[in-house]
């Protein structure tokens, strides 16, 4: 599926660029379908090396939707063209966010789960650069929009964030705070963030710095898990807590 993404830069000069996203990869409910995930994979991954992992954890219930992200340049590569949720380069405070990559992303996300049934809880979650696009997505659901302003469609009852950073933090609690209906369905938002005290890709402040932006945004359902020791991977003891917060957050069947 492709999106064509119409951006307007300076002055009057507007450009237009299209993403074509990969293959996706659907890991279907064992048990009752009482929700769906759309999991996200990091810098330069696919969704089906997540989409067995997640086959293999004990949540019956959950359909996980393993999208791939679009193959293109990524500044942090150099340029090197691989798969990416959006561009990024150096890892900074203040550097510049790929709004126009995130947005394009974060709609294609939204569409995978608005054609599933109306009773089913929905939630997004991911690693690294999969993580940042989930957090991103917590903004814009609390938003009720996209960074450009388009409406944002998808009511999200979940977010999960392994490894990862927050995009456009210093623009998030202006945004949230401006609206009583987005500070409202920010607070009411569930989100686990997990990161590795060691993390040599994605450093550990980011995660922490990105805990305390949400928090003062008002993301106030706010769970952070720091794991001493753990690099820029996953382990059985982080998925096992994923699964534990799942199955109290979403109020999950016949799970242990």
């Known amino acids: 599926m492709s999106y064509l993404n119409p951006s307007t830069g300076s002055g009057s000069r507007t450009s237009r660029m299209t993403f074509e996203f990969g293959r996706t990869y659907v890991v279907r409910p064992k048990g009752k379908h009482q929700a769906t995930i759309v999991w996200l994979h990091g810098l330069g991954d696919n969704g089906s090396s997540w ?9 019956p219930n959950i359909k996980w939707i393993c ?23 150096e ?12 947005d394009a992303s ?3 996300i939204a569409n995978l789960l608005s054609t599933e049934p109306a009773d089913v809880k929905l939630g997004i979650g991911g690693f690294s650069m999969g ?12 938003q009720g929009k996209y960074g450009n302003g388009n409406t944002y469609p998808v009511n999200l009852r979940a977010i999960i964030g392994l490894s990862g950073w927050l995009p456009g933090s210093r623009n998030v609690r202006n945004k ?5 209906e987005a500070a409202r369905r920010a607070s009411s938002l569930p989100i686990l963030l997990c990161h590795g005290s060691c993390d040599e890709v994605v450093p550990y402040k ?11 945004a008002g993301f106030r359902n706010l769970a952070f898990k720091k794991y001493d020791g753990l690099g820029h991977y996953t382990v ?15 109020g999950l069947e016949g799970c242990r």
């Open 51 to 59: 989409s067995q992992l997640l086959e293999s954890l004990p949540l």
């Open 67 to 89: 999208p791939t992200a679009p193959t293109r340049p990524v500044a942090i590569l150099g340029g090197f063209p691989c798969t990416a949720w959006f561009d990024v380069g």
């Open 91 to 102: 890892l900074s405070d203040d550097g510049p966010d790929d709004f126009e990559g995130l």
């Open 106 to 108: 974060v709609a294609h």
């Open 131 to 142: 993580a940042a696009t989930a957090l991103y997505s917590a903004t814009c659901f609390a």
């Open 176 to 180: 949230i705070e401006g609206s009583l």
């Open 206 to 216: 980011y995660g922490e710095r990105s805990t305390l932006v949400l928090n003062s």
């Open 236 to 250: 059985p003891r982080e998925m096992d807590e994923v699964c534990n917060w799942l199955n109290a957050r979403l």
